[in-house]
């Protein structure tokens, strides 16, 4: 198994901007579909953003949002596919959460979509904590 490792969280006021990252994607390259989850402790996990890079013709990758953050965060990778990211403005006391990035061949479902589902993705980080104060 690859660990990978997410930074980037802290505490920021609401409407301020966090930008996550996550590394570790070298030993896990044959993994098509890359994401990002958050939890808060009582709280089921939930699937944020999700990013689809397996086809050649298109690098950049498909993404796919949860409606809460749809508009506010945006998913994407650099140009070697060494790093994931997670840009999040707007942020909003319900964000609060910590945040997990996760990677894997079984999340790829068809099309150009990943499942959303925590159980199909093989590779995980630590976590990194987010805040936000109203």
């Known amino acids: 198994q690859v660990q990978l490792q997410e930074s980037g969280g802290g505490s920021v006021h609401a409407g301020g901007s966090l930008r996550l990252s996550c590394t570790g994607f070298?030993?896990?390259?044959?993994?098509?579909?890359m994401g990002w989850f958050r939890q808060v402790p009582g709280k089921e996990r939930e699937g944020v953003a999700f990013i689809y890079s397996g086809g050649g013709i298109t690098p950049g990758g498909a993404t796919d949002y949860a409606d809460s953050v749809k508009g506010r965060f945006v998913i994407s990778q650099d140009d070697s596919k060494t790093n994931l990211y997670l840009q999040m403005n707007s942020l909003e006391p319900e964000d609060t959460a910590m945040y997990y990035c996760a990677a894997g061949v079984r999340p790829f479902k068809g099309g150009n979509t990943c499942t959303r589902s925590e159980y199909e993705y093989e590779y995980w980080g630590q976590g990194t904590q987010v805040t936000v104060s109203s």
């Open positions: 070298r030993y896990a390259s044959r993994s098509p579909c």
